[in-house]
Each structure stands twice: as C-alpha cells, then as structure tokens.
Nanobody
Framework: QVQLVESGGGLVQPGGSLRLSCAVS????????MGWYRQAPGKQRELVAA???????NYADSVKGRFTISRDNAKNTVYLQMNTLKPEDTALYYC??????????????WGQGTQVTVSS
C-alpha cells in the first residue's frame, strides 16, 4: 500500500522559514509528478507548487520568489522550502504524488496534511 508521510509543519513568525518534506513509501515502480497543495479554513484547496520527475517546476503566483520545491528521486521524497512566510500562508499543506505501481497501474495519492501557521 502506498503512503505519503509529511513532516515539517509548525508555528512560525511572519518573515520566518519552514521546510516541509513528504516521503512516498510502499511497493511502487516509480513516482512521477509531485506537488504541494494547501487549504485554509473556508477556502478551496489550491496548488502551491509542483515538480515533474525531470525537475520542471510550477508555482502559484502568491508564492513565487518565496517558496522552492525540490525532490530526491532516489528517496521518493519531495520538499518545500518556504521563506518569508506571511500570515496568509497559514493553511493545512498536503503532499500529492502520481505513482505507478508494480502492476503498472497509475494513481494519485495524498498525504494526511501538515499544519503551517504563520503568526506573531
């Protein structure tokens, strides 16, 4: 069974930094696209950043220049370095991964979410 385990969330003051990690575990063949989404109370889930297996990245306009997504294919892990955090970045952050299983099936998986709170 495929699992995505996130870590790195927490409480930080405005202007501070956090680094999120998400590791894919289970019996898999390969992990393709990976990304981070977030959902604030009363709002829809939105894409924060995404990265292809080849390292091509895409960012939401609201985080460009402040957040950096990266991945380690050998570890099936994706990271999100968040700098110059703002109160409006407060949300539950979810990891997403597109995974091909040993049997050849292609599926998208979600992590359980990690809370990021930016407040003084």
């Amino acid at each position: 069974q495929v699992q995505l385990v996130e870590s790195g969330g927490g409480l930080v003051q405005p202007g501070g930094s956090l680094r999120l990690s998400c590791a894919v575990s289970g019996i898999i063949f390969r992990v393709y696209g990976m990304g981070w989404y977030r959902q604030a109370p009363g709002k829809q889930r939105e894409l924060v950043a995404a990265i292809t297996r080849d390292g091509i990245t895409n960012y939401a306009d609201s985080v460009k220049g402040r957040f950096t997504i990266s991945r380690d294919n050998a570890k099936n892990t994706v990271y999100l370095q968040m700098n110059t955090l703002k109160p409006e970045d407060t949300a539950l952050y979810y990891c997403n991964a597109d995974v091909v299983g040993i049997g050849g099936g292609f599926s998208g998986y979600w992590g359980q979410g990690t809370q990021v709170t930016v407040s003084s």
